[in-house]
């Protein structure tokens, strides 16, 4: 039995592989339809899972304190004949709460800030751009410069950093927050080589950006926590809000002493010599001009046909301060 | 206008952003602009340029008139120019080409100047020699292609 059921098959492999190919040919075009499908599939998944990595990365960018963030993706490069600055474009502008200076980050570091809005879209002004500067701090030495843009395919470099003052390279420098734009402690560049350059006062230091801009795909705009409820932001500099006040009385950005006069017009007054306090070892202030003296009334009788002469007669009093007042500024001079 | 130039002047639009992408700081719609005053009726260049204006302005990282400026020298450099020349001369093409060139590098040294920036000399230098090969290239070959255009009296 064995031998004719082994002779069985192989007839039956035989028949099946080499000579009945009865709708082999309609089964391989569906396969190769289904595997194109398949492939082209692949790569669509291929590409979601890398900008799900990507977006995960942003996502996990933990903003500082009283800062959010919200993900912009990059829609353009430099592009045209007007690109003379190292800029890219997001998809995010002045109707998603983007305003001027607002700070762009990707999960390496700092990327730039916001140079211009449109309704829809934002240029990014890159930080290895010449024209950005940003105030930094090392990370360990605790060390303060400024970074500056060269260009690109260019290291920054750091500058101002005093001969003898200590920092590493290898060293990450971070944002110091001093300019107001950008948070407290988000890392920009890291040191790769320190040097000095002939006379100078200062160190001659290079770092290196912690991210590559022609890899960029989506990046992060910090938004100030008071300013992301807002949906549009005014296109104008970046201005620090004042904390939330207890009372519903509204603030003054103006300071104003103590003991000001509540309205605006004696605020003058502060000007006069008088209530200028001396400075130590001047000496008393000279004396406040007396007031002036009320003019006497003039008969009608005197001149009735002249109606501009009591303006004049009334000038006449200033004239005679402003005289009074002459001696008074020499002697005090 | 015929479909087959209105396709024409949608896909060199469309060619000359992608392009501008991949080679930054070269106009490639600068030369199509010259084309269409010179093988178009005068509103074609006004819409092409208006619309490739905004392009340029909105992509660019310029203030808002430098787009203006950029056309309204290339233009009134070819309307200066075909008083001279022949305007359909593959030369007068290489010497609007050399004059674009240098009016970038001029241009943007100026504009950087007047808004205090600070631009990267080298690379503008490598753009401007990069503008002026490649705009009368490429005006022979779109000069080729619409002359090949169905419906074109030139087409064979």
Redesign the interface.
Known sequence: MAPGKWVHEQVASFWSRYLYFVGIRQQNDQLRLELDSAKKELADLRENASEVERLRQILSLTPPIDWTRRAARII??????????E?F?IDKGSAHGVSVNMPVVSPDGVVGRV??L?PT?A?I?LITD??SRIPVVSQKNRTQGIVKGE??TKELTLQYVPQGAPIEEGEVLVTSGLEEIFPKGLPVAKVTSIGRSGSSLFQLIHAAPLFTPRQLEEVALLFKANAAAVPVAPAAAPVVAPPPQPTTAPVSPIITPPNAAPTGKPQKGLKTPAAIPPAPGQGAPPPAPAPAPTPAPVPAVVEPAKPAKPAKKADKPAESEKKRRKPARTEGQ | MRPARIVFWALLTLAG?WL??IV????FL?PGLILAMQEEKWTVPVWLGGIWLF????????PFG??IL?YGALAGLYFFGHWLFEARNFLFMLILGACLGAM?FLF?NV??LLQD????L???GV?AVQ?ALIFPIEWGLLYLIHHHLPGDPHAA
């Open positions: 353009s490069h430099r592009l045209g004949p007007n690109a003379a600055l800029t474009l140079l211009r449109s879209a240029t002004l010449p024209n260009g690109p | 952003v501008q992408n930054p700081g070269v106009d600068a392009i340029q302005e909105g992509t660019g990282s310029m430098a787009g950029w970038h943007i504009m950087a920036w600070s631009i990267y080298d690379r503008l753009e503008q």
